[in-house]
């Protein structure tokens, strides 16, 4: 009987273990999301600055296009 609840408790022990490594986990993953999602605005930010410069030159080129 002793040994039944060695064998349980010790069970119970690595299932805790890995109740935990999975939390830390989603902790981790919920983490890099976060940062994931941020360094995805600054991209389509970027993004944009860089279409409005190149509609701005493509503009620019047909001002001096007509001119010509």
């Known amino acids: 009987m002793e040994d039944l ?3 349980l ?3 119970i ?11 830390n986990n989603i902790k981790n993953m ?6 994931l999602s ?3 605005e600054i991209l ?4 944009q600055i860089a279409i ?3 509609e701005n030159m493509v503009s ?4 001096i296009e007509k001119i010509s």
Do not use: G, H
């Open 44 to 47: 389509a930010t970027r993004n």
């Open 9 to 11: 408790e010790t069970r």
């Open 60 to 63: 620019r080129l047909k001002a």
């Open 30 to 35: 919920e983490q890099s999301k976060i940062v």
């Open 38 to 40: 941020r360094k995805n």
């Open 13 to 23: 022990s690595n299932i805790l273990q890995k109740y935990e490594k999975l939390q």
């Open 52 to 54: 409005s410069q190149i």
């Open 5 to 7: 609840f060695v064998k």
